[in-house]
């Protein structure tokens, strides 16, 4: 009598191939593929690698956490509930880093921040 060997299968075709976004496999929020899309449609650099755009991604997001903690604080310190402008402008202006990335821009509030932070500090 023969005995037939009977083959495991080792395909993955039983189980569903869930794909997942870049910005889960990184752990972000922020959305890495739109980044991706953007370097690559600006030209800077013929040549992108995708960890660039996670990078990218994760600075942006970590810089975006900071100013909202710092904005919260802010909000709270003031015996608010929301988040205005005035907060976010407070919050760049009283950190020194932040101020330095972002001492040229504009808020709606900007002014009175200055005049606020002026009298707080």
């Not at 299968?9 to 922020?30: N, W, Y």
């Not at 929301?82 to 504009?106: H, I, N, Q, S, Y």
């Amino acid at each position: 009598m023969r005995t037939q060997k009977v083959k495991k299968s080792t395909s993955k075709a039983a189980e569903p191939v869930r794909r997942q976004r870049k910005e889960k496999r990184a752990g972000l929020i922020l959305p890495v593929g739109r980044m991706e899309r953007q370097l690559r449609a600006g030209q800077w650099n013929p040549r992108t690698s995708p960890v660039s755009a996670v990078y990218i991604a994760a600075a942006l997001e970590h810089v975006l956490r900071r100013i909202l903690a710092q904005s919260m604080a802010w909000a709270d310190a003031m015996q608010r509930v929301r988040v205005t402008p005035l907060f976010v402008a407070l919050a760049v202006k009283a950190d020194p880093e932040l101020d330095a990335l972002l001492g040229d821009v504009m808020f709606k509030d900007a002014r009175p921040a200055d005049y606020i932070l002026q009298a707080v500090l």
